[in-house]
């Protein structure tokens, strides 16, 4: 397993864009053990997979974002970025960076701790 | 999207009782369906892989089984870490899903 750990800013206005990195440690980006990936969890609520980013760049994300999302992977640092756009209140949650196992059957086994997001003017 | 459905959506029971928890996806799945636990406050850790597979450091008293569609977590006597929200997960084809959650509480 990795430790990966979130940061950015925790309040962000509506109509604009919510940015968040995680930053990977205890081992490389670059690893083709995992891919890289973001969950969002609003609260008292389930848990929504966001997308994920692979060291090569390839992405997959979910639809239901309707193409606001953006990742990008900065293997010289060993982070990986959200970008989400035009926010509103409903994207108000707890974010969480996760290494996803490259596996004959995936699964997520190394979360970052969380950033909570609130989206408020 | 794949749905998956779990039941209960919440439930009480005391230390030492076995527990089950039911994971239904709304398609075949196989056995690409995983297992995670989230104490609150605190990001879900994951139990189970691929159906049955016990994640490294996990306690021998949690087991999965299932295939298809229907899957369940077991917990066979239960700890008071073990008080918890459960949720299951597919990784069979994206976007991934997960089921609702399901709260164990203290009797």
């Known amino acids: 397993q990795v430790h990966l750990q979130e940061s950015g800013p925790g309040l962000v206005k509506p109509s604009q864009t919510l940015s968040l990195t995680c930053t990977v440690s205890g081992g490389s980006i670059r690893s083709g053990s995992y891919y890289w990936t973001w969950i969002r969890q609003p609260a008292g609520k389930g848990l929504e997979w966001i997308g994920h980013i692979y060291a090569s760049g390839s992405t997959n994300y979910n639809p239901s974002l309707k193409g606001r999302v953006n990742m990008l992977v900065d293997t010289s640092n060993n982070q990986f970025s959200l970008k989400l756009s035009s926010v509103t209140a409903a994207d108000t949650a707890v974010y969480y960076c996760?290494?996803?196992?490259?596996?004959?059957?995936?699964?997520?086994?190394?979360w970052g701790q969380g950033a909570l997001v609130s989206v408020s003017s | 999207d794949i749905q998956m459905t779990q039941s209960p959506s919440s439930l009480s029971a005391s230390v030492g009782d076995r527990v089950s928890i039911t994971c239904r996806a709304s398609?075949?799945?196989?056995?690409?369906l995983n297992w995670y636990q989230q104490i609150p406050g605190t990001a879900p850790k994951l139990l189970i892989y691929a159906a049955s597979t016990l994640q490294s450091g996990v306690p021998s008293r949690f087991s999965g089984s299932g295939s298809g569609t229907d899957f369940t977590l077991t917990i066979s006597s239960l700890q008071p870490e073990d008080f918890a929200t459960y949720y299951c997960q597919q990784s069979y084809t994206t976007p991934y899903t997960f089921g609702g959650g399901t709260k164990v509480e203290i009797k």
């Open positions: 398609e075949s799945i196989t056995t690409y």
């Open positions: 996760v290494g996803g196992r490259v596996s004959w059957k995936d699964y997520f086994d190394s």
